[in-house]
């Protein structure tokens, strides 16, 4: 019998990547490849890169140039093989193919043609593929988590913002689609679904001519899986109508990401989101009005070209205002071929810096308070790791998504993908701590997230 032809995989970059990820192992597998998780023994390394910003493709590079130090010979799949075509083949002769953000599909066909002696270079100007419920698909995630992408690309043009470019224009797939992806994955043991777009409150727009989020949650009520958590909400596609059903639909958490990324009209103007910056405190209010039990986490861009200290402070009131559960802060990344590259008035980055600290320390005793909230009370906690030294169990609360927030730290038993109610002990700015629920503890306080 031949060797069989291993292939190890790197993934970089977020969510959207992880499924593409997900999507080629699944095809290589099918098609009979070995998948090995050394990339010293494997005879192909799939690297699937990330090129949102500098730090993002510095990352991708570093990992690319060990790998070429290393004489593998490396696919170049994902953002980057999207982004920089000509630059990667010429610079890195160790890079036996590339493949862009639309084709990754192809991966099986890439492969053989590098077996044959062939360089590839499968990337598509405009990226127009979705997998869907039919494409293979090994998960990468703890067995009780899976991402499910309703949507890919963005029709938006924000001015910082290069993932319009590098995966195309929106395209949505079918509620019937998702659906029957979601019952695949309920039957596989998944316990939490999260929804990933890049505009998920967009969803259906180009499918069905108006958005159809309402409907899509509505029908994934419908699926025996007790968590369904929605990332990148954008807050002007939170209408009333998404709000009843995220209320209504009892699977469905009242989780939502918000990606706001500044609070005053005149940074927001710059970036191309003026609609956003009169709406930004009464969504808010709305939302929480709708959903008093809402968990709120979102991300902001400080040091966007132009940015005064005025405008900064707006931003730290605005935080200050609204307490959010979970902040995440960026600083400004000047992407070549966006129009915020050539802007004036850049600031250094050790301003910038600056003012990412300054924000997150003003956000660290809300985010403790929000979580010391919990303490005294009995949270469903979904467990998926276990530290084999201590026996401590390791698991998220509803409040918590998986790698963007923080965790929940369990004394007791449980099977690893269940969720277990667990009597929460203490907190702090970022995890939550607490032993299995006994008897006792379900008498005293009423389940809550």
């Not at 002769?93 to 590839?120: C, F, M, W």
């Not at 988590?145 to 290069?162: M, N, P, Q, S, W």
């Not at 316990?191 to 998920?200: A, D, K, P």
């Amino acid at each position: 019998m031949g060797h069989k032809t291993t292939i190890a995989f790197s993934h970089l970059g977020c969510e959207k990547n992880r499924i593409d990820t997900e999507h080629m192992l699944g095809l290589l597998a099918q098609a009979g490849y070995g998948i090995d998780a050394n990339e010293e023994l494997a005879d192909y390394v799939v690297v699937n890169t990330c090129s949102f910003i500098q730090s993002a493709r510095e990352e991708s590079v570093r990992t690319l140039v060990e790998l070429a130090e290393a004489n593998k010979k490396i696919v170049i799949a994902g953002c980057m093989a999207q982004h920089f075509q000509e630059q990667l083949l010429d610079e890195l002769p160790e890079a036996v193919a590339l493949v862009g953000t639309g084709d990754y599909h192809n991966i099986v066909e890439v492969i053989q043609q590098v077996e044959s002696g062939k360089r590839v270079k499968q990337v598509s100007q405009q990226p127009t593929y979705i997998a869907d419920e039919t494409t293979p698909r090994y998960r990468t995630t703890t067995e009780g988590v899976a991402y499910l992408r309703v949507a890919e690309g963005c029709d938006y043009r924000c001015a910082f913002c290069i993932i319009p470019h590098l995966r195309g224009n929106q395209r949505s797939r079918s509620i019937e689609s998702i659906v029957a992806e979601a019952q695949q994955l309920a039957a596989e043991g998944v316990q939490e679904l999260i929804l990933i777009s890049q505009i998920t409150t967009n969803y259906g727009l180009d499918l069905y001519g108006e958005p159809k989020l309402v409907e899509l949650l509505r029908a994934l009520g419908q699926v025996d899986i007790p968590w369904i958590r929605i990332h990148y909400a954008y807050p002007t596609g939170l209408t009333p109508k998404v709000l009843a059903a995220i209320r209504e639909t009892p699977n469905v958490l009242p989780y939502l990401d918000l990606p706001l990324q500044h609070s005053h009209p005149e940074v927001l103007r710059a970036m191309n989101r003026p609609w956003q910056g009169q709406v930004n405190d009464s969504i808010i209010e709305r939302i929480k009005l709708a959903l008093p039990d809402a968990v709120l986490r979102t991300t902001f861009i400080v040091g966007f070209p132009g940015e005064t200290e005025e405008h900064f402070e707006h931003l730290c009131q605005f935080v200050q205002r609204h307490q959010f559960d979970h902040v995440g802060v960026f600083t400004f990344s000047p992407e070549e071929g966006t129009p915020a590259y050539n802007l004036p008035n850049q600031l250094p980055q050790s301003v910038m810096d600056q003012r990412r600290d300054r924000l997150m320390m003003l956000q660290q005793p809300i985010s403790r308070k929000q979580n010391q909230q919990s303490v005294g009370q009995v949270v469903n906690v979904l467990i998926e790791q276990e530290n084999p030294d201590t026996g401590e169990l390791i698991g998220r609360s509803p409040r918590f998504s998986p790698e963007v927030d923080g965790l929940v730290y369990v004394q007791g038993e449980a099977r690893l993908g269940s969720i277990v109610p667990v009597a929460i002990t203490d907190a702090d700015v970022y995890d939550l701590y607490g032993h299995t629920a006994t008897a006792a503890d379900l008498l005293r306080p009423q389940l809550t997230l």
